[in-house]
């Protein structure tokens, strides 16, 4: 399957700062990424999809704002979750997007845990 | 409301067992359904992926089932080995929109 890989794997922070977690997909050009929040013993949630060259689309409830979102090239997307708090604490995977013959598939990251302090 | 129902919501069993998890969806219009192997602390790895005409779609050990018409969907592990332990993500992908509704998985735990 794809490859695709998030940067850092875990981080901890200070409240208030602000952190910036990449997903990169490694063999494949993607148009579309996906960033999902996961709390513990949760589902994935859908946070914002990141579209390649324009502004991402953020799902009812996340803050647009706190939750900025680039996807300067069709291999990186970033997500830069700004002034941190406790409540920000959780697991922070992405997704790539690949188009097949008959359907979209997603290749997903191996996660980044942000605990904020 | 579209949802995804799974169970059970968590399972032990022998090393060497054979087990099966069960999944349940009103998605609508439906354009596939796929299970995941999630690791603790990390992202889901894919097993399989079915579309509306295939019922039945295997991955090693891993075999998945899909009734369309009842809008449910197995996942049969057999042979059961202590790796295996992990959640299991059953997501069915909405036709159009292309929306992923997760399921709230099935954590499995092997013991030796």
């Known amino acids: 399957g794809a490859v695709v890989s998030q940067h850092p794997s875990w981080v901890i922070c200070k409240s208030g700062t602000s952190v910036k977690i990449e997903c990169r997909s490694l063999d494949f050009q993607a148009t579309t990424m996906f960033w999902y929040r996961q709390f513990p013993k949760q589902s994935l949630m859908l946070m914002a999809t990141s579209n390649e060259g324009s502004k991402a689309t953020y799902e009812q409830g996340v803050e647009k704002d706190k939750f900025l979102i680039n996807h300067a090239s069709l291999t990186l997307s970033t997500l830069t979750v700004t002034s941190a708090h406790p409540e920000d604490s959780s697991f922070y995977i992405c997704s790539a997007r690949r188009p097949t013959l008959s359907y979209n598939e997603q290749f997903f990251g191996p996660g980044t845990r942000l605990t904020v302090l | 409301k579209n949802q995804v129902e799974q169970s059970p919501q968590s399972l032990i069993i022998l090393e060497g067992k054979n087990c099966t998890l069960q999944c349940n969806y009103t998605v609508s219009p439906f354009s596939n359904l796929r299970w995941y192997k999630q690791d603790t602390g990390r992202g889901p790895v894919s097993l399989t992926i079915?579309?509306?005409?295939?019922n039945t779609k295997s991955n090693g050990r891993y075999t998945a089932t899909l009734d369309a018409d009842t809008k449910q969907s197995s996942l049969h592990i057999t042979a059961s080995q202590l790796s295996d332990s992990a959640s299991y993500i059953c997501v069915v992908v909405h036709f159009g929109n292309e929306k992923l509704t997760f399921g709230t998985g099935t954590r499995l735990t092997i013991i030796p």
């Open positions: 079915m579309t509306f005409s295939e």
